[in-house]
């Protein structure tokens, strides 16, 4: 389980695309340093935390953090083509997980925390399908690759006090330790794709 427990309302979302803005959906560990991550990245529009990829209907945190579902923890993202591509996001999404990493990442064990692009459409599916060849043949990793490459279905919606977590709770020991060397490392490889409001924070 994540030391990242109280339950609250989740809701089954269905987040459309407004006026040209796509939508991308990954899980990549706890929620809490993926979402933050992204918020940070130009071009994003809203990132929404959440669980996808399980059967059951209106999973809750304490079953998905206790590995009583088979839904993994998620982000969906909001954001425009025009400024940011879903290639800059995959390549982002990269850098800010371990993708060898079975069943988990970093700290935070089970299929949970599994990592997962999870495609809306054929070109989503490709450009994913495409990065993980690319690192395969890179040689860059000794294990295999083990994030997947996965049809969306479903999204949702965390309970409230996961939303914006990392903002809302500097002090907490897992954001500190786990959460913002994440986020160091995104402006350390894309300092360029850094919102403006970001780049002076600590």
């Known amino acids: 389980m994540s030391s990242c427990a109280q339950d609250g309302q989740t809701k089954l979302v269905a987040l ?9 959906t990954f899980a990549g560990g706890c929620f809490w340093c993926t979402e933050a991550v992204f918020e940070r990245v130009i071009g994003v529009k809203d990132v929404y935390s959440g669980y996808t990829g399980g059967k059951e209907e209106n999973p809750t945190y304490r079953q998905v953090s206790y590995g009583k579902s088979t839904h993994a923890e998620a982000i969906q993202i909001i954001y425009d083509p ?8 995959l390549d982002i999404f990269f850098i800010s997980h371990y993708p060898t990493q079975v ?11 599994r990592a997962v692009v999870f495609y809306h459409d054929e070109a989503q599916k490709k450009a994913a399908e495409s990065i993980i060849q690319k690192l395969t043949d890179s040689g860059k990793y000794k294990e295999k690759i083990a994030t997947t490459v996965e ?15 990392y903002e809302l709770n500097p002090g907490n020991p897992y954001i500190i330790q786990v959460a913002i060397p994440k986020v160091k490392k995104l402006k350390k490889y894309f300092p360029d794709k850094i919102k403006a409001k970001y780049k002076t924070e600590k």
């Open 16 to 24: 459309e695309a407004q006026d040209g803005d796509a939508i991308a």
């Open 82 to 89: 025009e400024v940011i591509s879903y290639q800059e996001l």
């Open 103 to 113: 069943n988990g990442q970093g700290p935070d064990r089970g299929a949970q925390y």
């Open 151 to 165: 049809a969306y279905d479903k999204f949702w919606m965390a309970e409230d006090y996961h939303q914006d977590y």
